[in-house]
């Protein structure tokens, strides 16, 4: 499939997927005139790719655990992405009590000032 098609079919942005391509997320073979022809898994590798940005890997991250998330899957997660994931996880965590102290002096400070 050409490049149109597997953006229609993923919703996602002809650019994001050469940008998926260039940092070897997605592969696809060129025709004789140049065109990028995708493979039949690239639609199920597009989606993989983009829940696996959104839930906060960088794309090298997500390159490294790919392998790991596509195509048949006969044992659990791969232990990499579950380690990778986890410590992913407790840096939002991290991240989101920092902002619970940043809104609670915010919100005393309001609270203080506005008598």
Do not use: F, W
């Amino acid at each position: 499939m050409r490049i149109g098609e597997l953006s229609e079919r993923t919703r996602t942005s002809p650019r994001s997927l050469r940008y998926y391509e260039q940092q070897g997320l997605l592969t696809s073979d060129r025709e004789h005139n140049g065109y990028r022809d995708y493979g039949a898994n690239a639609v199920a590798t597009v989606q993989t790719i983009r829940s696996l940005i959104e839930i906060g890997l960088p794309t090298a991250l997500v390159k490294e655990v790919l392998p790991c998330t596509v195509g048949e899957k006969s044992e659990a997660a791969c232990p990499e992405l579950l380690a990778r994931i986890a410590a992913l996880r407790e840096d939002v965590r991290s991240r989101a009590e920092r902002l619970k102290d940043v809104e609670t002096a915010l919100g005393s400070y309001l609270e203080a000032n506005s008598r």
